[in-house]
C-alpha cells in the first residue's frame, strides 16, 4: 500500500495560509520539490488545487513567467508535471494533468492507496482535515516557520481526535525554518 503523506508550511503559532510564512529561499524549494518527486501523485481540494495552478502551471508560451527565478522553476516543473487527483463537489471539469476524483472520498482514496507506487502527496488545509479524521494520512510533514501569525486557518483544526505522532526526521534550514516529518503511532 502506497502511503498518504500530508505536507504543508505552518507558523509556530499554527497558521497555515500560504502568505503567512517566510518567503521561499532555494533550499525551500529543494526540499519542496524532493517532497513531490517522492509522490506518485498530488491530490488536492479545489481550493489548493486552484492555488496551485494559478502560480505552478507552465503558460500555453512554454516560458515560465519573468517573476520565477532559476531555482524555482525545478519546483514549477516538478507540480506541472505531475499526475494530480482533484476531491471537488463543485467542479465538473479539470485539467492540468489532473483528473477529478469520483466516488465517496474514503473509498476513493483507500483506492488510490491500494494501487502500486512510492506514495501520495495531500496538501492543503481541509481535504487533509477530513482524511486526518478519517485515519488516511501515514505521514505529516510540518515545514514550521519561525514567527507568529497571528491570523489565519491554524492546522487541522477541527480534529475530532487526538493522532499520536512519532518524529522520524527533522531538518533544519538555515533560514530558521525546521521539517518535522511524523507518522502515526498505532
Not at 491570523?151 to 530558521?176: K, M, N, Q
Request: hydrophobic share 40%; with cysteine; net charge negative.
Amino acid at each position: 500500500m502506497r502511503p498518504l503523506r500530508y505536507a504543508i508550511n505552518v507558523t509556530l503559532d499554527g497558521c497555515c495560509h500560504h502568505e503567512a510564512g517566510l518567503p521561499p529561499d532555494e533550499e525551500s524549494m529543494r526540499f519542496w520539490t524532493a517532497e513531490l518527486q517522492r509522490a506518485d501523485a498530488l491530490l488536492f481540494g479545489r481550493t489548493t488545487y486552484e492555488m496551485m495552478e494559478s502560480a505552478w502551471r507552465k503558460p500555453a508560451s512554454g516560458i515560465w513567467p519573468g517573476w520565477m527565478d532559476d531555482w524555482q522553476r525545478p519546483f514549477a516543473s516538478t507540480i506541472d508535471g505531475a499526475p494530480k487527483y482533484v476531491v471537488s463537489s463543485t467542479l465538473t471539469d479539470v485539467d492540468w494533468n489532473a483528473e477529478l476524483l469520483p466516488g465517496d472520498l474514503p473509498d476513493a482514496v483507500t483506492r488510490l492507496k491500494q494501487e502500486p507506487g512510492n506514495g501520495l502527496f495531500v496538501g492543503g488545509v481541509t481535504l487533509p482535515l477530513a482524511l486526518a479524521n478519517l485515519g488516511l494520512i501515514d505521514e505529516y510533514v510540518f515545514v514550521v516557520q519561525p514567527l507568529l501569525a497571528g491570523h489565519g486557518p491554524t492546522l487541522l483544526s477541527g480534529l475530532r481526535e487526538h493522532i499520536p505522532l512519532d518524529l522520524v526526521e527533522r531538518h533544519d534550514f538555515r533560514s530558521g525554518v525546521s521539517a518535522l516529518r511524523y507518522r502515526p503511532i498505532p
